[in-house]
């Protein structure tokens, strides 16, 4: 992928370029693949050929103090509340409106990704994507961004755990 190029301070970053911008100073190899816009994750999982599985969805969730975490869950599965709740170490956890879910991390619902987030909020990865390279959102609709799931892990410090439940 390219550098990063400079910025309009006016306009602002280019949300492609805001995410490589971010995923090069974690040291991450990103790969940012034009598809057609997708209804479902399994429309998503066809055009890109892929399982539903290999699609990880980048959750925003809200805790009771208004900060905010990732969970990164693949297709197929959900959250499991009472998991994710247990290794937050916390009682409560929603998901917020996607006006909120926007202004917390500059990306609509469906192409939120933690790499370029305007704010770095911590990371919790289901188990299951460890050991493969898988798509996420990229900033923008009609885009999917592909890495290695270890190395997105590491790179942000991720927990990971056992967060999911299957849908």
């Known amino acids: 992928m390219s550098a990063a190029s400079s910025v309009d301070p006016v306009d602002g970053p280019d949300p492609h370029e805001r995410v490589r911008s971010a995923a090069k100073r974690r040291g991450l190899d990103i790969e940012i693949r034009e598809r057609p816009v997708a209804r479902s994750l399994p429309e998503a999982a066809a055009?890109?050929?892929?399982?539903?599985?290999?699609?990880?969805?980048?959750?925003?969730?809200?805790?009771?103090?208004?900060?905010?975490?990732?969970?990164?869950?693949?297709?197929?599965?959900?959250?499991?509340?009472?998991?994710?709740?247990?290794?937050?170490?916390?009682?409560?956890?929603?998901?917020?409106?996607?006006?909120v879910a926007l202004a917390a991390t500059g990306y609509e619902r469906g192409t939120i990704v933690p790499i370029g987030?305007?704010?770095?909020?911590?990371?919790?990865a289901d188990?299951?994507?460890?050991?493969?390279?898988?798509?996420?959102?990229?900033?923008?609709?009609?885009?999917?961004?592909?890495?290695?799931?270890?190395?997105?892990?590491d790179a942000y410090d991720a927990t990971v755990a056992d967060i999911s439940d299957p849908e």
């Open 47 to 99: 055009l890109l050929g892929l399982e539903p599985s290999g699609i990880v969805k980048t959750l925003v969730v809200k805790r009771s103090d208004d900060t905010f975490l990732f969970a990164l869950v693949p297709g197929g599965r959900k959250i499991s509340w009472p998991k994710l709740r247990a290794v937050v170490g916390v009682n409560r956890l929603k998901l917020p409106d996607p006006d």
């Open 117 to 124: 987030s305007t704010t770095d909020w911590p990371v919790f």
């Open 127 to 153: 188990a299951s994507i460890r050991g493969r390279r898988i798509a996420m959102g990229a900033g923008t609709h009609g885009y999917s961004l592909f890495v290695d799931a270890d190395a997105l892990i």
